[in-house]
């Protein structure tokens, strides 16, 4: 008996040893990294991740010396190393104490365990579980309106699966048109104008799977603090979350709010074009949002529909309205604003053998864009909609010139922040900025929304208006007609 044991101790031993080192790892995915890389290997890149996070991070040899460029700010390293795999092909996972980057057909000694698998377990002395029966929504949907984070439905086979995405619905209003451009300019343009479009339909589908790939940006409503996961059982009609006790009572409280018959409504957005003189007339009883950019800021202003009209059209100007939005009670819709500008850029030479050389200014277009969201409160237009504002902002386009490919455009990160202002029944949110002229349009000084993409309602070709203009968009939802 005693011999058998002594057989277990060593085991014994290594079990307890192993999991202080497992919660250290655990703990480690939490923690926030930045990265911004330009062709650097894989190799490298991990070093960088190890040594912001505090945990070793390790490149196999057969991936070492993949080239991978990112910018990520302020993810945590769950996210970087998920990133990571997706933009250089590779598995990670965890051997031992270590996060290992492999080639995904690549056998590891040791054992593998996938990143996915990784994650603290809930003690049930911790934890309650609330089953609640839903009334109108599906559980799927009502539980999507918590974000997907911490989001699951039943699989087919009986487990848990992430939940599907959000399906949103866009409207683009380029403003941009390449009536005088030559035949080589107009490629140029159509091949930014598809470059920019994806970049915005990936961004809003990586929003709909509950992602917010780009800092700052925000994604569904949050879950409140202290739950850990909410899963919807379409079959029988239960939304199941579990969560800390404190944090159980307000959930249900919120969820009873938000399960309520969905309706279908129209979301109607005016535009006013306005002289740049007018832009101080909106300060008196405006608020002014601003972001981590010192160009991202705008006015705002909440009222009736009658009480924002009177206070825009007292600085002149005629409103002009825009195709309406429809809407369903749990599908978003975005009204896409863009506008390309064309600040100064210098043209580089060069060749494969020679490093490049600046040589003279030249123009190329950059992307800039409003992306604004709106949805209703708690999936019922009867209670008002949330209006959510994400500025982006290009950085300066590189050009690149040879003899054999003409100008190549190649584009970097788009800085993006997000604003969510809640409307109430009845109200209207006013949105106001500046549009600079031609000879104030600038990348370090450009407007908000005017400059943006709403102008080109007003005025559709490659000039633009001789002096600096207000544009106010006003935002709400149309009665529903008995």
């Known amino acids: 008996m005693k011999h058998g044991m002594r057989s277990w101790l060593p085991l014994l031993a290594a079990l307890l040893l192993a999991l202080p080192a497992a919660r250290a790892q655990e703990e480690a995915l939490t923690r926030n990294v930045s990265l911004t890389v330009q062709d650097a290997t894989l190799g490298h890149i991990a070093s960088l991740l190890s040594e912001q996070a505090d945990v070793p991070i390790v490149a196999q040899p057969s991936v070492a010396e993949t080239l991978v460029s990112m910018n990520l700010r302020g993810v945590t390293l769950r996210?970087?190393?998920?990133?990571?795999?997706?933009?250089?092909?590779?598995?990670?996972?965890?051997?031992?104490?270590?996060?290992?980057?492999?080639?995904?057909?690549?056998?590891?000694?040791?054992?593998?365990?996938?990143?996915?698998?990784?994650?603290?377990?809930?003690?049930?002395?911790?934890?309650?579980?609330?089953?609640?029966?839903?009334?109108?929504?599906?559980?799927?949907?009502?539980?999507?309106?918590?974000?997907?984070?911490?989001?699951?439905?039943?699989?087919?086979?009986?487990?848990?699966?992430?939940?599907?995405?959000?399906?949103?619905?866009?409207?683009?209003?380029?403003?941009?048109?390449?009536?005088?451009?030559?035949?080589?300019?107009?490629?140029?343009?159509?091949?930014?104008?598809?470059?920019?479009h994806e970049r915005f339909t990936r961004r809003w589908a990586e929003l709909?799977?509950?992602g917010a790939a780009h800092p700052g940006c925000r994604g569904a409503l949050a879950l409140p603090e202290g739950i850990n996961a909410v899963i919807g059982y379409n079959p029988g009609g239960e939304l199941v979350v579990v969560g800390e006790p404190d944090s159980i009572a307000p959930m249900n409280t919120l969820i009873r709010e938000l399960d309520t018959a969905p309706r279908e409504f129209t979301l109607q957005a005016t535009a006013t074009l306005l002289p740049a003189a007018a832009y101080t007339r909106l300060a008196q009883g405006w608020e002014t949002a601003t972001s981590a950019f010192d160009n991202a800021t705008m006015r705002y202003r909440m009222g009736t529909p009658a009480e924002l009209a009177t206070a825009i059209t007292a600085a002149g100007g005629a409103p002009v309205a825009l195709a309406p939005l429809e809407l369903a009670a749990a599908k978003p819709a975005v009204l896409a604003l863009t506008r390309l500008i064309t600040p100064e850029?210098?043209?580089?030479?060069?060749?494969?053998?020679?490093?490049?050389?600046?040589?003279?200014?030249?123009?190329?277009?950059?992307?800039?864009?409003?992306?604004?969201?709106?949805?209703?409160?708690?999936?019922?237009?009867?209670?008002?909609?949330?209006?959510?504002?994400?500025?982006?902002?290009?950085?300066?386009?590189?050009?690149?010139?040879?003899?054999?490919?003409?100008?190549i455009a190649k584009s970097s990160a788009l800085p993006c922040t997000a604003t969510t202002l809640t409307v109430g029944p009845g109200r209207?949110?006013?949105?106001?900025?500046?549009?600079?002229?031609?000879?104030?349009?600038?990348?370090?000084?450009?407007?908000?929304?005017?400059?943006?993409?709403?102008?080109?309602?007003?005025?559709?070709?490659?000039?633009?208006?001789?002096?600096?203009?207000?544009?106010?968009?006003?935002?709400?939802?149309v009665p529903a007609t008995p």
């Open 79 to 196: 996210t970087a190393l998920e990133m990571l795999g997706e933009a250089a092909g590779v598995s990670v996972g965890l051997v031992g104490e270590q996060f290992i980057l492999r080639n995904r057909f690549e056998a590891v000694a040791g054992g593998f365990r996938p990143l996915g698998t990784i994650a603290p377990k809930l003690r049930r002395d911790h934890v309650r579980k609330l089953v609640y029966h839903t009334q109108h929504l599906q559980p799927t949907d009502l539980a999507a309106i918590f974000g997907r984070g911490g989001v699951h439905r039943s699989g087919p086979g009986g487990g848990l699966e992430a939940a599907p995405p959000t399906s949103y619905s866009f409207v683009r209003a380029p403003l941009f048109a390449p009536a005088d451009l030559s035949g080589a300019e107009r490629a140029l343009v159509a091949r930014m104008e598809a470059e920019e």
């Open 208 to 210: 709909g799977g509950g």
């Open 345 to 407: 850029l210098r043209e580089l030479e060069g060749c494969a053998t020679t490093p490049l050389i600046a040589s003279q200014v030249a123009s190329a277009l950059v992307a800039t864009d409003l992306k604004i969201a709106a949805w209703p409160v708690a999936a019922n237009p009867a209670q008002g909609y949330r209006v959510q504002l994400e500025p982006v902002f290009g950085d300066a386009l590189l050009g690149l010139r040879d003899s054999s490919a003409g100008l």
């Open 428 to 477: 209207a949110v006013a949105l106001a900025g500046i549009a600079p002229s031609a000879g104030t349009n600038q990348t370090e000084a450009c407007g908000l929304l005017a400059s943006l993409p709403l102008s080109g309602d007003f005025y559709r070709g490659p000039g633009e208006p001789a002096a600096d203009q207000v544009v106010v968009l006003t935002l709400q939802i």
